[in-house]
């Protein structure tokens, strides 16, 4: 290893007027001069791998970009364009750059409109949209939503346009596949709504069933009174056909007792036309609750739909429950009659589920009036005296298949599609513990 040769010493030939400090102070200064070039060098070069680091990114950004991105000067000629443009159109950017930007356009229209947008002196800073025809390497018009946005130079003024645009092509399949989806998923939730609404009428089947024994036994009984009597009614006719005698009739009419069958026939067919009535009516109401519900909104009378997921509910339990009703006089909602006695008969059904263990079980609905004058909102209360509502359920007691019930005992949909329904009628669902025990659960919905 070689040592370093010392620097070689100063001159000491002396010159007229120059002592040895004044040498001292130029060699100090060119140290400084050299140090500071050295500085300078460095942060040119820190400079230059700056500046090279910001054209790299934004070349990959301007490769990355699915959209066309094309920067025109002030004349319309490209000086510059990404690699969507190029694959759209099929010309390398060396190809493009110096040509006008009319050579891309397929129509008149499109080459007007564009002109028109870059010499536009008052153009917004943040654009204007434009509809352009693109020729694409098949020289096929292509239509673009175009951005046309102002490049302003450093003095602050216009020396150009930047063009971002998107075939509308993408965007209208991404549209249709949208709305396709869209479609499929509201098929789906009316058929997850009809199925949990199919469930809950499964539970009813019992009650149901004792609903119509009723008034078809009384159909029933009625129309065996009712042959029998048309049996002596045609012997008593056939005995005046035959033109009997007086006392014959006479005797005939009591034994058959046709004064009583003729009093007796009006209550009679009158009782048949109520139970066939009430028969008509619940088959009615079970096929507009199972039915699919249309989506136009009309008026619901709220108090009647409560009355009736009361009545249901309470059909399809063995043993009754009590339930204190307190309805308003008159309560008109905007809605689905179906959808809304939905709501309610799952929360009832939820009310008595959580009551089987309680030795005297106790539903209370309530409904008042609430909110400003000009924006009035019913409230429905519905509250048991059971176990109540875990803490560490109260957050997911909404979620879709979440249930507490034992496996075969609930689909864990009711209270989801429940409150998916109230959130399109515009009003809101909370469930609570309630301050004396047991869970509530509020309706609130807007009056119409």
Known sequence: MTKDRAPSPLPT????????????????????????????????????????????????????????????????LIEQANAALCELVGRREAQLRGSSLADLLADDTSVTAAREAMQRSDAPRGGQGIELNLLDRQCQPVPVDANCTPRIGANGKRVGTVWVGRPTAELKRAYQEMRTAHEALKRTQQQLLHSEKMASLGQLVAGVAHELNNPISFVLGNVHALRKYSERLQTYMAALHAHEPEAVLQGLRQKLRIDHLLADLPSLIEGTLEGAQRTADIVHGLKRFSAMDPEERQPVNLVEVIERAIHWVQKGRAVPMEVRWVPLQACTVLGSAGQLQQVMMNLLQNAFDALSAVAEPMVWVEMGCTGEPDQPTVRVTVRDNGPGIPPEHLLRIFDPFFTTKPVGKGTGLGLSISYGIVDQHGGRLTARNAEGGGAEFVLELPRA
Do not use: A, H
């Open 13 to 76: 030939v002396p010159m007229e007027g120059v002592d040895e400090s004044t040498w001292l102070d130029v060699i100090q200064k060119m140290d400084e001069v050299y140090t500071r070039l050295i500085d300078d060098e460095v942060e040119l070069e820190k400079k230059n791998s700056e500046l090279e680091q910001s054209q790299q990114f934004i070349f990959s950004v301007l490769t990355s970009m699915s959209d066309v991105l094309v920067v025109c000067d002030e004349r319309g």
